[in-house]
């Protein structure tokens, strides 16, 4: 069975740091490309970071790189998101997602067969 949980999320002040952890189980990292998303308040959702399948390397979108790193670590089955220099506008709920399309150009969207984790709160205030 596919599960993603993922955790770390907290109050955090402006131009803090925070790292995202998605614990995954019931497949191999190897097989599916695996993102993040988050979801402001009153905002639809938008891709955050991904990693390919095909290549295992990182993707974001434009408006996503620079602040942003996703990576793994294969022995713990885990995802990892770091973001750097908070701003307000980076409160949300994080969540990552499996079997998710990743292209080499940024863009990242769930599939009919993602599988979710509940999500993380971010609250970037002073």
């Known amino acids: 069975q596919v599960k993603l949980v993922e955790s770390g999320g907290g109050l955090v002040q402006p131009g803090g740091s925070v790292r995202l952890s998605c614990a995954t189980s019931?497949?191999?990292?190897?097989?599916?490309?695996i993102g993040w998303f988050r979801q402001a308040p009153g905002k639809e959702r938008e891709g955050v970071a991904c990693?390919?399948?095909?290549?295992?390397?990182?993707y974001y979108p434009d408006s996503m790189k620079g602040r942003f790193t996703i990576s793994r670590d294969n022995a713990k089955n885990t995802v990892y998101l770091q973001i750097d220099n908070l701003v307000p506008e980076d409160t949300g709920v994080y969540s990552c997602?499996?079997?998710?399309?990743?292209?080499?150009?940024?863009?990242?969207?769930?599939?009919?067969?993602?599988?979710w984790g509940q999500g993380t709160q971010v609250t970037v205030s002073s």
């Open positions: 990693l390919s399948s095909a290549d295992g390397r990182p």
């Open positions: 997602a499996h079997d998710i399309y990743c292209s080499t150009y940024g863009v990242l969207r769930p599939a009919g067969s993602s599988v």
């Open positions: 019931g497949f191999s990292l190897d097989d599916y490309a």
